[in-house]
């Protein structure tokens, strides 16, 4: 697709129907129902639903990735403290950010059997650890963070605000999000922080977490690859 704001309009719409509906019951009627254009219009710009839903997941990558390029001047620690925050607890409160994220759940359930999606999956989880670990290493050479292994200390982060969110999801367990938060500084954040750094104590606020389709830089979080025992690509 060639052009941005017929393509911005399309993802919007999109984000409101999952919100909406769910992944499993999302129609592309649906979705043109919050555009300009008709179901037959939709299909011009793409085949198929499951081919506008991947680029949904594309478009996602590449909101997170503009505004994390925001972030750039600021300090390794914050940009950690940044990064796991959005990571928890995303933009917005309520029951919008609940419904989005349970159909990025439903749409995480296809990727063992949705070739297109698992690869695009793959490629956020990619692109997520990648981003953790320039953090960590930047943090190292700035003297910020000890010596440590970034690409391991980015997996284990990850896994676990990964399983929080997926734990407060499924089990509707909002507190179990600062209790992984609280964890997650006493055990690793304590010895990874040089001295004379501290992380904050409470969530901070960042211009990661705004609101209406930005919203959507969330679903980076909730829409990590399944396991890659799955996929021998």
Known sequence: MTDPDVR???????????CAHGYTDLTAQDIADRTD????????HYDSKDDL?????????????????????????DRLAMFVDWYLYGSTDGDER?????AMLELRTQAPYNDQFRHELRKTDDHLREILETILEDGIEED???????EETAALLIAAIDGARMRQLTLDRDEYLGTVRSAIIT????????????????????ELRTSN??????????????????DES
Do not use: G
């Open 8 to 18: 911005n309009a399309i993802m919007t719409a999109t984000y409101e129907a999952l």
């Open 37 to 44: 254009k008709s179901k037959s219009l939709l299909f011009y």
């Open 53 to 77: 839903v991947a680029d949904f997941l594309v478009f996602l990558r590449e909101l997170f990735d503009e505004r994390f390029d925001d972030t750039d001047d600021q300090s390794p620690a």
């Open 98 to 102: 609940q419904s989005f994220h349970t």
């Open 144 to 150: 910020e963070f000890t010596d440590h292994d970034p």
């Open 187 to 206: 055990r690793v954040f304590d010895d990874l922080l040089a001295d004379n750094v501290s992380f904050p104590t409470e969530p901070v606020s960042n």
């Open 213 to 230: 389709l930005e919203t959507s830089t969330d679903a980076a979080a909730t829409t990590q690859s399944t396991d890659e025992s799955t």
